[in-house]
């Protein structure tokens, strides 16, 4: 609001001065925020990929060194027959 006296209207140029910059301020730490959670979020998910990704490895890993077993077992087999 504009007023006519020109001391109140320098009061309130200030005061709205006042709240734009500590709006201004409070949303840039805002985002700040959100922006650490963002990342944390995304530290955590890759984390639980990689976790995911050595397990399936070590599945892998395990169930193929089996078949390899059973291959030689059942390769040893046959020879053993012929």
């Given at each position: 609001?504009?007023?006519?006296?020109?001391?109140?209207?320098?009061?309130?140029?200030k005061?709205?001065?006042?709240?734009?910059?500590?709006?201004?301020?409070?949303f840039?730490?805002?985002?700040?925020?959100?922006?650490?959670?963002?990342?944390?979020?995304?530290?955590?998910?890759?984390?639980?990929?990689?976790?995911?990704?050595?397990?399936?490895?070590?599945?892998?890993?395990?169930?193929?060194?089996?078949?390899?077993?059973?291959?030689?077992?059942?390769?040893?087999?046959?020879?053993?027959?012929?």
């Amino acid at each position: 609001m504009l007023w006519k006296n020109p001391i109140a209207a320098k009061k309130e140029e200030k005061f709205l001065n006042f709240y734009l910059i500590f709006y201004n301020d409070i949303f840039k730490l805002f985002s700040q925020v959100r922006f650490i959670i963002t990342v944390l979020n995304l530290k955590k998910k890759n984390k639980i990929q990689n976790l995911s990704e050595e397990f399936c490895k070590k599945k892998i890993n395990k169930y193929t060194k089996k078949d390899l077993k059973k291959k030689n077992k059942i390769q040893n087999l046959s020879e053993e027959l012929n």
